[in-house]
């Protein structure tokens, strides 16, 4: 018999993955100063840990290690939440799953061209193609039977992590100029990825948009994500659902 999956799932925010955890069975916790790792059963014995980490980098990557270091049999790391968008053909409540992540706000240069990750000597940093075909093929069949009512479509595109909310259009310009292709801002998943990518584990990162990236951002932010905290399971389900039977 093979062995249950057992995937990490993490978002900076309770409203980005939702705080209800009563869809787990076999709950249980450990804690580590202010973080605390959830761990529990969905389905048909897929094994989950679960935790919100904090907003930015340096919570997001302390989050991602502690994770790791609790489960070291884990399969799959996924970050989930909310984004701001970098092109307009991105709007609120679309779904982007990222096929590459760029920290925006990584910068050596001159001893490495501005974005390189040194440790890695890249700046792109890509998922795993059969998990990443795998999600978006999951998100796309579950937006096709009615599963994602209330969400947006679908996409995959490269999405850029800093240590800045991005409510400002020059400022999304400029990142645009500097990053071509670049669908979304946010503060977690560069940091996630490049753990993930450093101890040789899966990670996909997945976001849906809250904000366009602007002076409204704020605002739109704050009422999205008040809203956004009883979908967010939905999105984490519909995924789940297509593990057992992709
Ligand atoms: N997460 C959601 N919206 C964001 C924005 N505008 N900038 C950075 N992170 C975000």
Redesign the pocket.
Known sequence: MTRALHIGLLGAMPEEIGSDLSHLRQLSSSTHGDLTLHHGVWGDGIQLTLAWSGWGKVCAARAATRLLAAAPDLDLLIFT????AANSDQNQWDILLADAVVQHDMDASPLFPRFTLPPLNRDRLEPEPDWFTWSVQALKSAAGNGELQGFGGVSSGLIAT?D????DASL?QELRDALPGLQ????EGGAVAQVAEQEGIPWLLI?V??????ES??Q??TDFVQVYEQQAWRLIEALLRRLNNP
Do not use: K, L, P, Q
């Open positions: 939440g909310v984004a701001g800093g800045r909310f991005i409510g999304r979304a801002v946010e503060m976001r948009i809250s904000d366009g990236a602007d951002a704020a739109s932010f």
